[in-house]
């Protein structure tokens, strides 16, 4: 059985709408099992990426903590944060938030710069990145010159470079055709197989639910099923 490497406790989260507070999580509890595949599901307003979000470090809970290794993250400096997001987190996003004027090799060698690789690891590590997702003989292309799906796979090296404890997937493959998006989620896996990382994404497309390791179906703020 893999351990547990991410908690939520009881988290909340509220936001003021016209002088109230809604509650766009209202106490979530759940754990991250490492080296697995973890799907959040859900419509949209749901508040699987205002969950995401927390767990990535890039919100705070109104209520409630976030423990990575048994640790709080929640109770963290912002300079512990921002480390903890360079060195142990990384991020796909559904925009996939490429910079454009940069190649697919440097969009992943910058995110290494920013970790404290030095120059030849970054150069071999970049191209190792996209080699694994398929992208060697256009690691020189900028993100215009690529596909959408091809974009996606760049964002995706991105985030898997520098080695993180945890990749958080924001619906990656909201905007990609089926037979793209599971070429995507064919990627997620092997990179658990082969470079042991541990992968949260979510979606709200059913199916995918068959390939995830566990999968937690959120509504109106709170878990209504897992499996």
């Known amino acids: 059985m893999s351990r547990t490497i991410m908690e939520a406790l009881d988290i909340k989260r509220a936001f003021p709408v016209g002088g109230q507070s809604f509650y766009a999580l209202k106490g979530i509890s759940m754990s991250i099992a490492e080296n697995q595949l973890t799907i959040l599901k859900g419509r949209s307003g749901s508040g ?89 003989p256009r690691m020189h292309h900028l993100p215009p010159q690529l596909s959408g799906g091809e974009q996606q796979r760049v964002a995706i090296a991105r985030a898997i470079a520098h080695r993180p404890k945890i990749i958080f997937a924001d619906e990656p493959t909201a905007e990609l055709d089926t037979n793209t998006g599971l070429q995507v989620v064919k990627i997620f896996k092997d990179l658990i197989e082969n470079e042991g990382a541990t992968i949260v994404m979510t979606t709200h497309d059913s199916g995918l639910m068959d390939i995830a390791d566990k999968v937690y179906e959120l509504a109106d703020g709170e878990i209504i099923n897992e499996s």
């Open 48 to 136: 699987k990426t205002t969950l995401m979000n927390i767990l990535g470090a890039l919100d705070y809970p109104s209520e409630g903590d976030v423990l990575v290794d048994g640790a709080s993250i929640v109770n963290m400096s912002e300079s512990k944060r921002d480390k903890l997001r360079r060195t142990d987190i990384g991020f796909v996003f559904q925009s996939v938030a490429l910079v454009g004027i940069m190649t697919a090799y440097e969009n992943v060698e910058f995110i290494l710069r920013l970790s404290g690789y030095n120059a030849k690891e970054r150069k071999a590590r970049a191209e190792a990145c996209l080699e694994m997702v398929g992208l060697g």
